[in-house]
Nanobody, 118 residues
Framework: QVQLVESGGGLVQPGGSLRLSCAAS????????MGWYRQAPGKEREMVAD???????NYADSVQGRFTISRDNAKNMLYLQMNSLKPEDTAVYYC????????????WGQGTQVTVSS
């Protein structure tokens, strides 16, 4: 089992920045891909960004060029640097992890709220 704990959410004005963190513990050796999903009220959960153990990244078109995903494998940490935030980025952000060979997330964090509003 893997446990994921997010932190760093909050309220920020449009154009501002936030950095989300996700701490992984447990059987972290089994993890390949880690990433972030988000879910806004009344909307389906959507993938934001992911990163493999080797550092290969993927981003949703809506955040490309504004968000940067990174991970520190030595510290078992995942990060999401969010710049130029927009009101439509408001959502609960969830950290996830997928085991080697798994086509979908296997573990989820509890979520952290990000609100972009003036």
């Amino acid at each position: 089992q893997v446990q994921l704990v997010e932190s760093g959410g909050g309220l920020v004005q449009p154009g501002g920045s936030l950095r989300l963190s996700c701490a992984a513990s447990g059987s972290v050796f089994s993890i390949n891909v880690m990433g972030w999903y988000r879910q806004a009220p009344g909307k389906e959960r959507e993938m934001v960004a992911d990163i493999s153990t080797r550092g290969t990244t993927n981003y949703a078109d809506s955040v490309q060029g504004r968000f940067t995903i990174s991970r520190d494998n030595a510290k078992n940490m995942l990060y999401l640097q969010m710049n130029s935030l927009k009101p439509e980025d408001t959502a609960v952000y969830y950290c996830y992890a997928a085991r080697w060979g798994s086509p979908s997330p296997d573990y989820w964090g509890q979520g952290t709220q990000v609100t972009v509003s003036s």
